[in-house]
């Protein structure tokens, strides 16, 4: 698959001078706008290996650093090899940058241990001692916006550690180009175009409460390829489990979707 960003000049520069200035980063904006395609494109332009964590609110403190191994432990007792390193002393050690998706859904305690990392570079593991970053160390971290469901928002202690990159949508123009280069199925420029006007219809129809990103308007365009160019029924597919109704009860699936699609100039395919 084509790793290309499309668009995302000025994001992209930006988190290229923070990571070049030895920063760590954390990237704010709704689902699939392309947080994580941005990190990844970045660290590979720069050489940096990358670490990635998903978060949720139940990784530990343990997952995060590393642990020692049990059975060798009992063993041979608590010597260096027999510690198993997690994804921060993994980047730590190789200088490479620890990808923390989500940072907001992890529990306070978890993000509690990032402070000394983030602040000189080292931090202290029992039975093990400290810690020290090798050069090119780097946190970059995604949060959604806070009216998303099951976030919460980062402590100022934390805030204070990173610098800010925003992403929004992209223009029309920009996620047609993304449905191209992403889709599977190579759907014809017309299914793409329709595709994209669908999804952006959720983001601006009063209903919606959360609308679609650009990977809805992949989902259609790769499935409308597959039912010979039925944008509709392909659009009753994929959105439902991708946009977040304001009133469930009083917007019927089905009569939401038909709406959108002929504001977004799609017909029923015949």
Do not use: W
């Not at 980062?154 to 449905?179: C, K, P, T």
């Not at 650009?214 to 944008?231: K, N, T």
């Amino acid at each position: 698959m084509d790793t290309r960003i499309v668009g995302r000049s000025a994001e992209t520069v930006a988190l290229h001078a923070c990571l070049a200035a030895e920063r760590h980063v954390l990237l704010e904006g709704p689902v699939g706008v392309g947080k994580t395609a941005l990190a990844r494109a970045v660290c590979g332009e720069l050489g940096r290996p990358l670490v990635r964590v998903d978060g949720d609110g139940r990784y530990t403190e343990s997952k995060l650093v590393g642990m020692f191994d049990p059975p060798a432990v009992l063993s041979s007792g608590y010597k260096v090899e027999n510690f198993i390193d997690g994804p921060l002393v993994s980047a730590m050690r190789q200088g490479g940058v620890l990808f923390l998706n989500e940072l907001n859904r992890m529990p306070e305690g978890v993000q509690n241990v990032l402070l000394p990392a983030l602040d000189e570079g080292r931090i202290q593991v029992p039975h093990l001692g400290e810690i020290r970053a090798a050069r090119g160390f780097a946190v970059v971290a995604t949060q959604n916006p806070a009216e998303f469901v099951a976030t919460g928002a980062l402590s100022e202690a934390l805030l204070d550690r990173f610098e800010l990159v925003r992403l929004d949508y992209q223009d029309e123009g920009e996620e047609r180009g993304i449905v191209a280069q992403e889709a599977r199925s190579a759907p014809d420029a017309a299914t793409i175009a329709h595709a994209v006007a669908i999804a952006r219809q959720t983001r601006v129809d009063p209903r919606v409460r959360r609308g679609a990103s650009v990977r809805a308007a992949i989902a259609i365009a790769d499935i409308a390829a597959r039912l010979g160019g039925d944008v509709l029924r392909a659009a009753q597919l994929a959105l439902p489990t991708r946009i977040e109704l304001v009133d469930p009860s009083a917007t019927p699936m089905g009569a939401l979707v038909e709406d959108l699609a002929k504001k977004a100039g799609v017909e029923a395919h015949r």
